[in-house]
């Protein structure tokens, strides 16, 4: 079992960067694939970046070349590196684990989420 918390998010203008970040706590290190999901408002939630266990990344084709997933060495702290936003990226963002094998953008996938944090584009 693992608890799963996000930070950062917050309000940026069209063309800026933010950072969110996500802490793995508990069974962390057994853990296959985490992304990134997001779910903008009256939409489905929808997959933006994966990281599986070896350091392969997926990434949804709305964000590649402008968002970066990275994990720590020790593979409990999961960051989302978001440049070029654009007003579409404006979301609540969710970090979510899993020990299955296999990593996609498929929400199924995934047993562990956070509560998410908000980011909010203007433009």
């Known amino acids: 079992q693992v608890q799963v918390v996000e930070s950062g998010g917050g309000s940026v203008q069209a063309g800026g960067s933010v950072r969110l970040s996500c802490a793995v706590f508990?069974?962390?290190?057994?853990?296959?694939?985490m992304a990134w999901f997001r779910q903008p408002p009256g939409k489905e939630r929808e997959g933006v970046a994966a990281?599986?266990?070896?350091?392969?990344?997926t990434y949804a084709e709305s964000v590649k070349g402008r968002f970066t997933i990275s994990q720590d060495n020790l593979g409990n702290t999961l960051d989302l590196q978001m440049n070029s936003l654009k007003s579409e990226d404006s979301a609540m963002y969710y970090c979510?684990?899993?020990?299955?094998?296999?990593?996609?953008?498929?929400?199924?996938?995934?047993?562990?989420w956070g509560q998410g944090t908000q980011v909010t584009v203007s433009s």
């Open positions: 979510a684990a899993t020990y299955r094998r296999g990593c996609t953008l498929q929400s199924s996938n995934f047993d562990y």
């Open positions: 990281i599986e266990k070896g350091g392969t990344t």
């Open positions: 508990g069974y962390w290190y057994e853990l296959n694939c």
